[in-house]
Each structure stands twice: as structure tokens, then as C-alpha cells.
């Protein structure tokens, strides 16, 4: 039977708070393996007013002994670069490039997990293979609703966001500052994308901007120029910084953490997620490295024409080399039975870490280009997770 029903999601531009701790620990990620490829890495980054505190555990394996990791990789010049890069260099910001104070807590990874995770053998280990870096669950999904078989929804709300940013970097706008959120509700009708029903953009400002001029910028400029006009009509509602007023924004409006925005990373909510933040974690950590292989295999599941909609998740126990369960969802859409979908996923693709990441090509600073706008859906020869090239190979091993 038909159902009607809106489904909403939200992105946020490079300037929240979230989106710039996640932005710097993917660089300083990108630093380390530009270094060392095998550098292990889980850069956590707290930001609130004038304040940067990075941690976490960094191990770069060729770093000659005595040198300190400040050396090789400059923790502090990288914080302010991306800071910068961001855009927060305006003097009434109290969050500034030039003007933030940065603390280091950065310690090397534990003895304990490095020996899970290395391919050789150990007391307990039980193998000579690289294993998980910690347990979890991870969710890969794709659908047919757009051309990058993502979700409708959160492909829009990220399609205003980097309009915003483009516009802001550009110069074009001088009072658009770095701190943007966006969010769109989608009318689905038998499962497919049907309308808009409404748009939220709520962008930081300088302070003497008027509403007015904010609301019909927004609106003319952003949303009518990358929102497909036969999806809105008289009815969508527009809700444009409706506090008002949103002047004081980023780390000094709010607290800024590594891994908070994992919905808008990821599938909007349309699509379920394991729980894991992707950012300032090296490919070794199947939270990141099996997410990523997940939207892999979902959206070549798609590709073929096995599905229009697919969710596969992997479970993995700590120092383990191979899942401890694969399972394959097709909400009914299967073209084929799903039992051979599984089992020809099974056939064309290895699940365990060390395979992943040499599938993936995923030892490279790359990372950097992931952080925002979605970590899936993205036209770029380096996200190598967006290719459909095993399509043909899942569309013979499904008979």
C-alpha cells in the first residue's frame, strides 16, 4: 500500500564547532600518514572560545627515536592552518586563526591494541593477521533516490551547505561567517521522493546584517540555485535563521568535539549507524575502514540493479582479522534473493581489515576531503568507496 511521509535531514558547514574539530583532526591525520603511511592514529580535537585541545594516541613508526612527534608533525601550525582555511580570521570572532590558545595531549597508541592490530603473532592473539582495531558494528547504504545513489535528503541539506561555503569563500558575501547549519524535509510518496515540504538554513552573520537581507539571500541565492525547482512549490516553507539572530557562532557560541555529527557523516538517518565517528582515525580502525567498505559494497549492490535500496553491516571483535557476522538488507526491493545477494557479496569482496584497506588504496592522506559535506555521495577519484567498478562481478555472482 502507498504511503505518504516526510523524512528530514541535516548537514553543517565547515565553520560549527563540531565540523571544525573534526576538520582538524583530519588533518592532522593527513600530516601523519604523509609522514608514515602506517602511522596509527586517533586524534580526538575539543574547541570551545579561544580555546584547542588535541589528544589522543599517535604512533608514527619511522619517527627517529628521541624526536618528538611536534616535529615531524607540527601540531600547532596545522591547528591554526585549518583554522584558517575555514575562515575564522575575522578580528570580531573571538575564535581566530592567529589568536587561539592550543593545547597538546597527545600520547602514543597502547601497546596493548598496536599488538591486536599488527600482523604478528602474540600471547592470547591466536594468529599472525592484522585484526580489527576494536569492536563495533559498522553500516554501509545506498539507494536510488539521487545519482549518487544517496538518500534525497541528505544529499540536498549538503548541497546547501557547500553552496554556502562556495559563496563565503568566494568573497561574494561579506557578512556570511564560517557557522552554518542547513536541514531539508522531503515529501516521499510510495517510498520515492516527491517534493520538499520545507528548508532550514541558519548561517552565522556579521552583526549589522539585517534578517531580511539574510532570508532573501538565502533563499534566491542558495536554496532556488541548488534544490531542484520541480520539488518546490507554493507550499515549501522556508525557515531562514529563525532565532533571529545568529551573530556569535562556532567555538565561541558553542562547544566544538571530534565525532559528534556521525548522522550527517554518514546517511542522514536514512540508514542505520554503528555508533563510531569516522574522523581523526587512521584506516586501521574498522570504524572508519569498514564504514567505508560498507557504503562500497551497498552502493555496488545498487549499482547492479540487485536492489534500489541496500544496508549491509559488519560486526568485528578487537585483534580479529575477520568479521564476526556480514548481513545484507534490501527492504524488499531485491530484484534477485537476497540470500544470493549475500552470497555473492561474500564471493566478490574480502571483509577482512588488512584487505580492506588494500582494496580501498587506504594508507594515503585523503582524509582531509572527507570530513565535510558527507563521507559518501562524493564525485572524487580518491574516494575510492564511491566507485561502482565491482558491479558487473556482484550481478554474475548473483546469477
Not at 594468529?127 to 559498522?138: N, T, V
Not at 561555503?165 to 564560517?178: A, D, H, N, V, Y
Not at 537476497?338 to 566478490?348: D, G, L, Q
Request: hydrophobic share 35%; net charge negative.
Amino acid at each position: 500500500m502507498s504511503r505518504r511521509f516526510i523524512f528530514s535531514s541535516e548537514s553543517v558547514g565547515e565553520g560549527h564547532p563540531d565540523k571544525v574539530c573534526d576538520t582538524i583532526s583530519d588533518a592532522i591525520l593527513d600530516a601523519c600518514l604523509r609522514q608514515d603511511k602506517t602511522s596509527r592514529v586517533a586524534c580526538e580535537t575539543f574547541a570551545k572560545s579561544h580555546t584547542v585541545i588535541v589528544g589522543g594516541e599517535i604512533t608514527i613508526p619511522n619517527l627517529p627515536e628521541g624526536e618528538a612527534l611536534e616535529s615531524v608533525v607540527p601540531i600547532s601550525i596545522i591547528v591554526r592552518n585549518t583554522v584558517r582555511e575555514i575562515g575564522y580570521v575575522n578580528d570580531d570572532d573571538v575564535f581566530h586563526a592567529d589568536k587561539i590558545d592550543i593545547q597538546n595531549i597527545i600520547t602514543n597508541q597502547s601497546a596493548d591494541i598496536s599488538q591486536g592490530v599488527d600482523q604478528s603473532e602474540a600471547e592470547g592473539k591466536g594468529h599472525a593477521e592484522q585484526g580489527a582495531g576494536d569492536q563495533g558494528l559498522m553500516f554501509g547504504f545506498a539507494c536510488d533516490e539521487t545519482p549518487e545513489l544517496m538518500p534525497a535528503p541528505i544529499m540536498f541539506a549538503h548541497r546547501l551547505g557547500r553552496e554556502l561555503t562556495r559563496i563565503r569563500k568566494s568573497g561574494e558575501c561579506e557578512w556570511l561567517r564560517p557557522d552554518a547549519k542547513s536541514q531539508v524535509s522531503v515529501v516521499y510518496d510510495d517510498n520515492k521522493p516527491v517534493g520538499i515540504s520545507n528548508v532550514v538554513i541558519s548561517t552565522q552573520h556579521a552583526a549589522d546584517t539585517k534578517h531580511k537581507e539574510i532570508k532573501d539571500f538565502c533563499v534566491e541565492k542558495v536554496i532556488r540555485k541548488v534544490l531542484p525547482s520541480s520539488m518546490m512549490n507554493g507550499t515549501t516553507e522556508y525557515f531562514i535563521n529563525p532565532t533571529g539572530r545568529f551573530v556569535v557562532g562556532g567555538p565561541q557560541g558553542d562547544t566544538g568535539l571530534t565525532g559528534r555529527k556521525i548522522i550527517v557523516d554518514s546517511y542522514g538517518g536514512m540508514g542505520r549507524h554503528g555508533g563510531g565517528a569516522f574522523s581523526g582515525k587512521d584506516p586501521s580502525k574498522v570504524d572508519r575502514s569498514a564504514a567505508y567498505m560498507a557504503r562500497w559494497v551497498a552502493k555496488n549492490v545498487v549499482a547492479a540493479g540487485l536492489a534500489s535500496r541496500c544496508e549491509v553491516q559488519f560486526a568485528y571483535a578487537i585483534g580479529h582479522p575477520q568479521p564476526v557476522s556480514v548481513h545484507i538488507n534490501t527492504f524488499l526491493t531485491a530484484t534477485v534473493d537476497e540470500e544470493a545477494i549475500e552470497k555473492a557479496v561474500k564471493s566478490v569482496f574480502s571483509f577482512k581489515p588488512a584487505d580492506i584497506i588494500q582494496q580501498l588504496d587506504l594508507l594515503r592522506p585523503i582524509y582531509s576531503k572527507t570530513t565535510n559535506y558527507g563521507h559518501f555521495g562524493k564525485d572524487d577519484p580518491d574516494i575510492t568507496w564511491e566507485r561502482t567498478d565491482m558491479a558487473a562481478a556482484l550481478k554474475k555472482a548473483a546469477g
